[in-house]
């Protein structure tokens, strides 16, 4: 059987995101489990400052970004 490859265009916003995922895992490929959670945290409070908003805890004990007067 003959199979046809076909390519798919990939967006510039996707091609965006796998740099990044790519620079963070060349970040934090050899740290520690403390120096990764050191650098998330920085990251997230950084990402907090830039859109202006404010950290909500989750259930889970996860986070969510929400706007201040959201």
């Not at 996707?14 to 120096?35: G, R, T």
Request: proline letters at 3%; aromatic letters at 12%.
């Amino acid at each position: 059987m003959k199979t046809i490859e076909k390519t798919v265009p990939i967006s510039k916003a996707l091609s965006e995101v796998w740099e990044w995922k790519d620079e963070v895992y060349k970040d934090i490929k050899n740290m520690s489990f403390e120096e990764k959670r050191e650098y998330y945290e920085k990251s997230l409070k950084e990402a907090v400052k830039i859109l202006n908003g404010k950290l909500k805890a989750n259930p889970d004990g996860s986070y969510s970004i929400v706007y201040k007067n959201g």
